[in-house]
C-alpha cells in the first residue's frame, strides 16, 4: 500500500540537492551490489552488523555504535521486556526508528512486520519502523497499514534517491517523511 501520493514524493524530490545522493548512489553501486551474491547466502546473525554499516553508515550518514557520538544501535533492548530490536536509530539518545531483520530466506515480509511494531510499541518516542530481509527494505511511518518498499537488489537511481530521501539520518531527524506523510493525506 502507498505510503506517499506520488504529487507529494516528485514535487519534494525536485527540490532536493542531488549531489550527496550521487554520492550515496556510487557507493550503492560500487560497494553494496557486488555483495548480492554473498548476502543471499547469508544467516542473519552474519551480515546483520554489516548490513547495518553497509546501508546505514556508508550509504545513510549514520554513526553506528560504539562509535562516538552514534545515533545507530544494533541490539536495541526494549524498555519494558528482554526482547531486543535488531537495530535501532536514536536521536538525543532517545530511540526513534527500529530495525527489524531477517536473512533473504524470509519471503515473506509481512512475518518480520509484527515483531518491528512490538518493538515499536515499547519505545514511546518510535516512529519509523524498518523491516529488511536484506534484499527487501520497508519502510514505515507510524503504523503498519502502508509502507514503501524497495528491493535493495534492484535500485535505479530514481528509487534510490527516495531511499535515501526517507531514510537518510538528516532526513530522519527532520521528519521528512513524516512531512511527506501528512502531505498526502
Request: proline residues 2%; glycine residues 2%.
Amino acid at each position: 500500500m502507498a505510503l506517499f501520493q506520488n504529487s507529494v514524493l516528485h514535487n519534494y524530490l525536485q527540490n532536493i540537492d542531488n549531489t550527496v545522493v550521487l554520492q550515496a548512489f556510487e557507493i550503492y553501486k560500487n560497494e553494496f551490489l557486488p555483495k548480492i551474491e554473498n548476502i543471499k547466502t547469508s544467516k542473519e546473525e552474519q551480515y546483520q552488523y554489516g548490513f547495518l554499516d553497509d546501508l546505514f553508515v556508508k550509504m545513510l550518514g549514520y554513526t553506528l555504535n560504539p562509535t562516538p557520538s552514534f545515533n545507530l544501535i544494533a541490539e536495541q533492548k526494549n524498555l519494558s521486556n528482554s526482547k531486543k530490536a535488531d537495530g535501532a536509530v536514536l536521536k538525543e539518545g532517545k530511540v526513534i526508528a527500529v530495525i527489524e531483520l531477517k536473512s533473504t530466506k524470509t519471503k515473506s515480509m509481512d512475518k518480520i512486520v509484527n515483531q518491528a511494531f512490538n518493538y515499536k510499541n515499547n519505545h514511546p518516542t518510535c516512529k519509523y519502523i524498518i523491516t529488511s530481509n536484506f534484499e527487501k527494505l520497508r519502510f514505515y511511518v507510524e503504523h503498519s497499514d502502508k509502507y514503501e518498499e524497495f528491493n535493495l537488489f534492484e535500485l535505479d537511481e530514481t528509487r534510490f534517491s527516495l531511499l535515501f530521501t526517507l531514510l537518510s539520518k538528516e532526513n530522519i531527524f527532520s521528519d521528512v517523511a513524516l512531512k511527506l506523510k501528512e502531505q498526502s493525506k
